[in-house]
């Protein structure tokens, strides 16, 4: 009857023993499966912050050329008003190193 009881026990140890064995490998893959989500998570975030990072850029970038095309031309009229009041007020010498330069 001891001999049946400690057979029982052991039984139920080995048993237990492959229990916790089992909790450990399902431990160790449940881990295993939320790092590789981190990392894809981590990822996709990387991906996404570049991508609003270069959107940002491209849009200053935009801005910037709108401002650069509008002084263009604000230089552009304040020239061909200044080359009008030459002409008004010129003799022709000025009148000719005007035209010079307005073909440069």
Known sequence: MIDSI????????????KKI??????????????VHE???QQKKLEADLEKTRQSRWQSLK?????EDEKAQEKIRVYLERFRE????????VTETLISIIGEL
């Open 6 to 17: 400690l057979h029982s026990v052991q039984e139920s140890e080995e048993e237990a023993d």
């Open 85 to 92: 009041k030459a002409y008004q007020k010129s003799d022709p």
């Open 21 to 34: 064995e089992e909790a450990r490998k399902k431990s160790s893959q449940i881990l295993e499966e939320a």
């Open 62 to 66: 935009d801005k910037e050329a709108k």
């Open 38 to 40: 981190a990392d894809l």
